[in-house]
């Protein structure tokens, strides 16, 4: 798995395209189009995937369950996605999430919640990733 | 286009000490070619507490002992053009006021072809004192690591940002990320 983190508006999409030189045909399922989290990939017979917008499948978790409960799901949904890569060697799944952890504390109890779990469920997307990169205004920085 | 015309991008969080650096890095610029520092102040002093803001950078910038142009222009840019020559090394503090003052000026709902123009003049705005001056170094702000999903405001303002950002980035000849008064370059080579 490669994870692709930044802040909003960075160019993390455009990196993506361009890294991997994404065609029209290329799964690409996106939070920020409504697509639900994809719970198994089974079935889709391609060597690429791109999961897009994690930051908004964690909040909808967290809308539904408690910290715990939210974050056992997110390391579900990781595992179910690594062992669709590990079936064939040239299979990549690239899941894109927006840094939204450097702000104030928000007011509401609930987008708390969604900050402290997305911070976590980054981290534990970080350790499942082989490549990590992190966008800055188009430019990447490898961290992984 | 002046010979060695270069664009120099700094960004960083509040009080990061990006401005310090930004005035640093300049004046260096400046010793080095015998450049004249030109500032250009986006801010409107509208309230007391911009005011004195407006007051700490202007003594901050004499006490160091160098000497600088004030060209105030909260809106429009590109109009400074004519003002600049190619000796110059240009301070311009920083996008995010730019982008505040440009969408408020309007005084009005926005739709997209309006927004677009908002950028594109700042964009064009930047790259016309670019083309004219030796050096220009502009600062901005780091404000999109946090939600800016929940207003539709924040968000179109967020985005626009982004871009600008964006494009600034890739037209550097050198950018930096300043964290806690350290500045990381993220694109180029120190001079």
Redesign the interface.
């Known amino acids: 798995m490669h994870f692709i983190t930044g802040g909003a508006f960075n160019g993390k999409k455009a990196w993506v395209k361009k890294t991997y030189r994404v065609t029209k045909d290329d799964p690409w399922i996106s939070a920020y189009k409504n697509d639900l989290i994809p719970i198994n990939l089974n079935g889709i017979d391609r060597n690429l995937i791109i999961l897009e917008g994690a930051e908004q499948w964690i909040k909808k978790l967290t809308e539904i369950h408690n910290s715990t409960k939210s974050r056992e799901l997110w390391n579900h949904y990781l595992n179910q996605w690594s062992s669709w890569e590990k079936e064939k060697p040239e299979r990549q799944i690239v899941v894109i999430g927006t840094d939204i952890t450097k702000g104030i504390v928000p007011l509401e109890a609930e987008n708390r919640l969604w900050r402290d779990v997305t911070g976590w469920a980054f981290q534990d997307l970080a350790a499942k990733s082989d490549k990590i990169d992190v966008i800055w205004y188009g430019m990447n920085q490898s961290i992984k | 286009m002046a010979a060695s015309s270069s664009l120099i991008f700094i960004t960083g969080?509040v009080r990061s000490g990006k401005s310090s650096f930004a005035e640093r890095l300049a004046t260096e610029f400046a010793d080095k070619t015998g450049g004249k520092l030109t500032y250009i102040a986006t801010g409107v002093p509208s309230d007391r507490e911009m005011k004195l803001r407006i007051e700490k950078h202007q003594r901050d910038r004499l006490a160091k002992g160098s000497i600088w142009r004030t060209l105030e222009q909260p809106v429009n840019i590109g109009d400074l053009a004519s003002k600049i020559s190619e000796n110059d090394i240009i301070l311009l503090d920083c996008v995010t006021t730019l982008l505040n003052n440009q969408l408020f000026v309007a005084n009005r709902n926005l739709d997209e072809s309006d927004l677009a123009a908002v950028k594109e003049r700042i964009q064009t705005g930047i790259m016309e004192l670019r083309n004219r001056a030796k050096t220009v170094i502009v600062v901005s702000n780091?404000v999109?690591?946090?939600?800016?999903?929940h207003d539709h405001f924040i968000l179109m303002y967020?985005?626009l940002?982004?871009?600008i950002?964006?494009f600034?980035?890739?037209l550097a000849d050198q950018?930096y990320?300043v964290e806690a008064g350290i500045p990381i370059m993220?694109?180029g080579m120190r001079q």
């Not at chain 2, 999109?144 to 999903?149: A, K, Q, V, Y």
């Open positions: 969080g780091e999109l690591h946090e939600p800016i999903f967020g985005k940002l982004g871009q950002h964006q600034l980035v890739n950018a990320l993220m694109k």
